[in-house]
């Protein structure tokens, strides 16, 4: 993180700040929100349309983001979304009626997912690699996430506010959850304010109207990728952190404190795997670290759905969030890797927004299955679709290389067999 001028260097830090602050509501948000919704007694299949409304709203702020940021002030259309999120947490507090619920959680994007998945990522991945070199990229992504997913450990932590509220303050349970909602809404608040202090250099390399500035080319790489990322976010749709919560809540009688831990202990493994995934892309490339830390992930989710008991399950699912994400920050390196400089918000745009309508469709199925079939089939149905992804990926795109690949790395180094040679050079 210490690559760069001291403007870029200030913009670097604005930019992860406000992702780091967005996510800890993000998933304080998420944690709290199932547990919540059942406090007020709505019903499990209820709880998967609230998480779908929010879904369902970031996406559509993605479509207008992809579509008109580069025409608007984006430091301000950034501030804006984080205010919006603020706003609509707030209202979440302050009623029962499921409407109200379901409105809330749309026009305030809220993020069931328990990731920071939404517009504000999109712009933000865009504009990142402005501030480093292409040898630098990977890197930058990987702390990005890092940050984000201590955020997201840390507001897995603050998810235990209400039990802290009822046992040393004496609040009523259902007044203990809105006060920790309302503390969501204020982060949410602090995030759009960082914005402000940003310069308008990272945006600088982005043109009016995007989509007569993409090549053929780009155009049908991004078509496949694009519906690839469908497949894998579609997958991740039956894993959010507010159903996933509410599975542990209800098969193993799991109280909010213990999952809270638990899903601070697996953001602080994601955080570390990040940096893992950026040391593993130089050495065999950024396809092959994404799609073979990833398989293995699901193969491990498989094992969480059929763990006999909390211990086994909470052990293996720690395991899993080690593997998980390190096709994170390799991916949107990729991504933007890929494209041209001046093509990047339209291809964030476009593969979060795939990604996000993926993810806004599932939650309902999943709520819905839980209910009438077993609690761990989303988990089931979820890995399968998950290694059929990453199978198809690999296939696809094992051929196109970023910039800094195509010197690097030779034919020696492409496939699963290079991995396990280059691994055991490494051993040794």
């Known amino acids: 993180m210490g690559d760069g001028t001291s403007q870029q260097l200030k913009d670097r830090a604005l930019i992860i700040s406000a992702a780091f602050l967005r996510s800890i509501a993000i998933s304080m948000m998420a944690v709290l929100l199932g547990v919540y919704l059942t406090q007020l007694n709505i019903d499990l299949g209820t709880i998967g349309w609230v998480v779908t409304a929010g879904l369902a709203g970031a996406t559509v702020s993605v479509v207008l983001v992809t579509v008109f940021a580069d025409r608007c002030n984006t430091r301000w259309l950034l501030c804006l979304m984080a205010w919006l999120s603020g706003l609509g947490v707030a209202f979440l507090a302050f009623s029962d009626a499921v409407p109200f619920l379901v409105g809330a959680s749309f026009f305030g994007m809220i993020n069931g997912m328990g990731r920071d998945r939404g517009a504000s990522l999109v712009l933000e991945q865009a504009v990142l690699p402005a501030t ?36 040393h303050f004496a609040f009523a349970v259902i007044d203990s959850y809105r006060v920790a909602v309302c503390v969501v809404a204020g982060i949410f608040a602090l995030s759009g304010a960082t914005y402000l202090f940003m310069s308008s250099a990272p945006f600088d390399a982005r043109v009016q109207n995007p989509f007569r500035a993409v090549s053929e080319k780009t155009k049908r790489i991004l078509v496949r990728i694009s519906i690839l990322f469908a497949l894998d976010s579609l997958g991740g749709g039956f894993l959010t952190v507010a159903l996933i919560s509410v599975y ?21 493994c994601n955080a570390l795997s990040h940096l893992g995934a950026a040391w593993l892309a130089k050495r065999i490339g950024l396809v092959n670290t994404m799609v073979f830390t990833h398989i293995p992930s699901s193969l491990l989710l498989i094992t969480v759905a059929i763990a006999p008991n909390f211990e086994v399950a909470a052990g293996l699912f720690l395991l899993r969030e080690s593997l998980v994400e390190m096709d994170v920050p390799t991916r949107q390196s990729y991504v933007m890797a890929i494209v041209a400089p001046h093509e990047r918000t339209i291809a964030s745009g476009v593969t979060h927004l795939v990604r996000m309508g993926a993810w806004a469709i599932a939650p309902v199925f999943a709520g819905s299955v839980m209910t009438d079939v077993a609690l761990l089939a989303p988990l089931l149905i979820a890995a399968g679709m998950k290694i059929a992804y990453d199978i198809m990926l690999y296939f696809s795109f094992r051929k196109i290389s970023p910039p800094e690949e195509i010197v690097t790395f030779g034919a020696n180094w492409r496939g699963f067999f290079g991995v396990i040679w280059h691994g055991l050079g490494w051993i040794s």
Request: hydrophobic fraction near 50%; charged fraction near 10%.
């Open 248 to 268: 542990f809540h209800q098969r193993f009688g799991t109280s909010i404190e213990v999952i809270a831990l638990l899903y601070f202990a697996s953001r602080i």
């Open 132 to 167: 480093v070199t292409d040898q630098q990229r990977t890197g930058a992504f990987a702390w990005y996430n890092v940050l984000q997913d201590i955020g997201h450990g840390i507001g897995a932590l603050l998810a235990a506010m209400p039990i802290l509220l009822q046992r």
